[in-house]
């Protein structure tokens, strides 16, 4: 028995949502959550953000069909912030959102994806009303579905059994602005709405995402299947932008690394601290999505992930990566 179906058989597999705006790091925290022994992942809703809400619907569904997974259903949220106009990232996720491969047309090797007709937002709350304490839900892009919930009466600080969210920079320098995130800074209003209502539980910013740099080379031992080709070129797009951007040899998997280190190895998370937090819904484009220690003793303090063990997240990433590409693409495969 390996030390992954040892970890699964503890306990009942956790059900989970994913709120994604399917670009690179989404692409890969999907495979890992949709194959991962000790998850349920109930469903995805889908929002604008790296890519947009067309490109992320249907990336979100082509992979989890390569996966698979066609049985999970799929809700598309959000086309844009909650006030603001929409920027992307195709500089960083390519034309369509995943880089040099695009995942276009209709194969018809490929069953169909569930696409619910509920909102994104109404999908949400009526999980949690089904099912109150028991859903995890794991937001890896702005988090407008979230809010749009919030403001509609959906309870997650008490409906739901984790939020996390992949956002935010606190000590680090952010990655959009001085002091910016991306997925913050896309939707500032909807980060602030999340956190004056306590709906976060934990926040995984680029404090801890970027200790883990994945390069090209750590991809050599994936299975020679074609959903690992797409992997592949995906990400060899995503370590070029990161190469001229960033100066690194390789990317940083922001999403997956969150999945993992909240749900799967929180081991791996060597430090973290108790925050209040708010978010700047500024007009000034330079500090608005920028997180900050708020000093309202009434906001809920949210536990906030400030280091990671990069080389047994590295090694924990890829492990899991390969298992969800081992095997080739199969129609008849159930959840």
Known sequence: MTPMQARASDAEPRPVLLDVDTGIDDMVALLIASTAPELNLRGV?????????HHVARNTGKILRMAGRGDVPVSIGAARPLHRRLRTAHDTHGPTGTGYVELTGEDPKLGS???????????LGAHIDRHPGELTVVALGPLTNLAAAVLNGVDLRRGARQVVWMGGALEVRGNTTETGEWNACVDPEAAETCLAAGALSHIFPLDATQDVIVSLEDLDGLPDTQLAQVVRDAVRFYVAFHREADGIDGCYLHDPVALIGS???????????SERLACDTSSDPHIAGSLYRSDEAQRRAVSVA?????????RELVERLARAVAEPIDTDKGG
Do not use: K, Q
């Open 45 to 53: 809703t889908c929002v604008a953000g790296n890519v947009e809400i």
């Open 113 to 123: 994806t569930d696409f619910t007709p509920v909102p994104a937002p109404r999908y």
């Open 263 to 273: 749900l799967l190895r929180p081991d791996l998370v060597t430090e973290s601290a």
């Open 306 to 314: 400030m280091a990671i063990d990069a080389d047994g997240m590295r």
